[in-house]
């Protein structure tokens, strides 16, 4: 089961590794919409996910999925999926 993820700088500076360069996070400026980053603690973009293109998701690489047990990724933009 996934563990909570914090929200707090320290996960920050670890989704700026991952979630920056994915490649469907600047195509997509997700930046501009809240909450910006760290969506597996925060939650989905509040981009309507129907405008969100689907290019890939760099969650599985991170530290904290594994750290917390996370599962499927695309935190984004989890309607996209299937
Ligand atoms: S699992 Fe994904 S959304 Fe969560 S901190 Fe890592 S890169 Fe960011
Ligand atoms: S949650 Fe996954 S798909 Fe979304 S921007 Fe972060 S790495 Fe990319």
């Known amino acids: 089961m996934p563990l909570p ?5 320290e996960s ?3 989704c700026r ?6 490649p469907s996070f600047k195509p997509n400026k997700l930046n ?3 909450p910006h980053a760290l969506f597996c603690s925060r939650g989905k973009s509040e981009k309507p996910v129907s405008e969100i293109e689907n290019k890939g998701c760099s ?3 991170c530290g904290l ?3 917390y047990q ?3 990724g695309y935190f984004c ?3 996209k999926l299937g």
């Open 5 to 9: 993820v914090p929200d707090t700088e």
């Open 12 to 14: 920050m500076v670890e």
């Open 17 to 22: 590794k991952f979630c920056g360069p994915c």
């Open 32 to 34: 501009e919409f809240e």
């Open 59 to 61: 969650c599985f690489g």
């Open 65 to 67: 999925f594994s750290k």
């Open 70 to 72: 996370l599962e499927k």
């Open 77 to 79: 933009m989890p309607n």
